[in-house]
Structure formats: C-alpha cells, structure tokens
C-alpha cells in the first residue's frame, strides 16, 4: 500500500491572483513545494471559487488543486488532482484525490488536507 505524501510549499508564491464576476470571485495560486519523503521538487496549482451572489455567501469557497511533478520534455507530468473546499476563516482546505496519473493510481480517492499555518499539503492513499 502507499504511503502518505506530504507536501512543504515554499514561499513566496508564484502566483496569487484573484478576479471577480457577478458571482463572486475567483483566485489563482500557484506555488513550488517539496515532498518530503522523496525530496522530490513538485508545482502546485490551484482555483478557488468563492460564491456569493444574491445575497447568498458561504463559509468555504469550491477548490480544485493539481499538484505536478518534474517530467521530461514532451511528456505530461506525473500529477494528482484534488477537489475539495478552501475554508474562508482559516484557510486551511480539506478534500478527496479526483485524478491522478498511473504512477500515484492508489490515491484516487484517498484524502488531503492542507494546514496554512504549516505549510503542508498531507494526501493519504485511498482506503481499501
């Protein structure tokens, strides 16, 4: 069975963007991190949806993340998708692995959560 991956962003960001529409706003992250098992030198990137229009506003906003590993020229990177909610208070976001490519295939399904006071984006291989 895998292990569980933990991720150490290193500031500053690369990206930090924020946009808004009649719906509400968007925000664009993008940051290096590193595994820390494997030191392994990896790109994170994010979308954050915050909703809140028509007088309705929520305490979390929808979040799709995809965390990309180094490839070689020309070949998509080895990667994990997570899907979850980014929490408006703390920052912190929790969630679930959406996709992954066939090297990391025994997360999909498996949790992450990222603490913002440390840091680190924690992904746990699914349960069998």
Request: net charge negative; with cysteine.
């Amino acid at each position: 069975m895998s292990e569980k991956l933990t991720f150490k962003i290193q500031p500053p960001l690369v990206v930090n963007q924020q946009s808004g529409d009649g719906g509400g706003n968007w925000q664009y992250v993008g940051a290096n991190a590193v595994e820390e098992s494997s030191n392994e030198a990896v790109k994170l990137i994010a979308t954050k949806r915050d909703n809140s229009s028509c007088g309705a506003s929520f305490a979390a906003s929808m979040l799709t993340a995809t965390v990309m590993y180094s490839s070689r020229e020309n070949e998509a990177p080895e990667h994990l998708t997570l899907q979850g909610v980014h929490d408006l208070q703390s920052n912190n976001e929790i969630g679930s692995v959406s996709s992954a490519s066939s090297r990391f295939a025994d997360y999909i399904g498996g949790g992450f959560s990222f603490d913002v006071a440390t840091g680190v984006l924690t992904v746990l291989p699914r349960a069998w």
